[in-house]
């Protein structure tokens, strides 16, 4: 991948880092357009990337909106724990639920 960050290897070549994935889960929570609002803000997906991502975690119960290092993977899934309540839902008492796991090769 273009611009990955790279560790050099003990051969002198490089070695790309360890890939994670930002997984945002399923809730009852929250609306499509929060989500759709979320991903454009925090992640810079367009709305139509958003709808698909909002429809994929609503029917799968998550979804990786994310593949990279880990420590920007941290960076974002605290974004989203911190993105809020969805205002369009009295129901709705805080953000949305991500976790990072290890791209598997």
């Known amino acids: 991948m273009p611009g990955a960050a790279v560790a050099p290897r003990q051969d002198g070549r490089p070695q790309r880092q360890p890939r ?15 989500v759709i609002a979320m991903l454009r803000q925090l992640f ?7 709808m698909q991502l909002a429809k994929q975690v609503d029917r799968d119960g998550r979804v990786v909106v994310l593949t990279t290092t880990k420590e920007h993977a941290e960076l974002k899934r605290d974004q989203v724990h911190a993105f809020g309540a ?5 129901r709705s008492k805080g953000s949305m ?3 990072i796991e290890a791209e598997i090769e």
Not at 20 to 34: A, G, K, P
Not at 44 to 50: F, I, L, V
Not at 86 to 90: E, I, K, N, S
């Open 20 to 34: 994670y994935h930002v997984v945002l889960w399923n809730d009852d929570d929250h609306t499509y357009q929060y």
């Open 44 to 50: 810079g997906h367009p709305p139509e990337r958003g």
């Open 86 to 90: 969805d205002r369009l839902l009295a």
């Open 97 to 99: 639920s991500a976790t």
